[in-house]
């Protein structure tokens, strides 16, 4: 007569030997990927479980997909530690997670003072199987009309508050840099036409004032 099997039980917490380190649920980590040339998993401990005796830990894991391992492939606003909250769940050996890191939201990552190698963000969740990304729609900017990448480097309109790359407005990396103030090439224009019929002007201003008057 064959054994039953012994049930298994959930764990609270987890040491990883080979880095000693403990993990719980919630927290991210990096898993051991089966090709050494690729980069580590990202996922993210739903559950811990391990058999009667403690051994033989498991974890339930809720994958990130990195922006090349989804159905579009990375694009140029995607920033090089982004990743996507998947619809992919997974059971994986608590022995292939090789460390703990940290998956900031978007707000989070761009007040970073420094970006070890350790942090990731995510301002999307994936349906793995249609490709499908939430929130379908984000802000964008410049003349390019592109969302943000925080890996680029962008300067801000003093007036209209919006942000451009410094290729899009024919300038490079070193001048933008330098800049003490920016107008963008509308907001040039505007100030240039004001400046040339102050009259309108003053009958501009005033329409706003009425319509803020008038919420």
């Known amino acids: 007569m064959a054994k039953a099997k012994a049930p298994r039980r959930t764990l609270d917490s987890y040491t990883v030997k080979p880095i000693n380190k403990i993990v719980k649920p919630g927290d991210c980590v990096l898993l051991r990927p089966s090709d050494p040339s690729t980069p580590s998993y990202v996922a993210k401990i739903e559950r811990i479980e391990s058999d009667g005796r403690g051994a033989n830990a498991r974890v339930h894991v809720r994958w990130y997909y990195r922006p090349e391992e989804s159905i579009g492939g990375r694009r140029q606003f995607h920033g090089s530690k982004e990743v996507f909250l998947s619809d992919h769940y997974d059971i994986q050996s608590a022995d292939t997670i090789e460390g703990k890191c940290t998956v900031h939201s978007f707000k989070s990552y761009t007040k970073l003072d420094a970006v070890g190698n350790d942090d990731f963000f995510c301002r999307f969740e994936y349906n793995s199987s249609t490709g499908a990304f939430i929130p379908d729609r984000v802000a964008v900017y410049c003349k390019c009309e592109m969302p943000y990448n925080p890996d680029d480097l962008m300067v801000q309109c003093e007036i209209c508050s919006d942000w451009f790359h410094p290729a899009c407005i ?14 963008c090439e509308n907001c040039s224009s505007e100030s240039q036409k004001k400046l040339q019929n102050p009259h309108n002007t003053r009958q501009s201003d005033a329409k706003v004032e009425t319509k803020r008057r008038r919420r």
């Open 170 to 183: 024919e300038m490079s990396a070193e001048e933008a840099k330098r800049l003490d103030h920016f107008f």
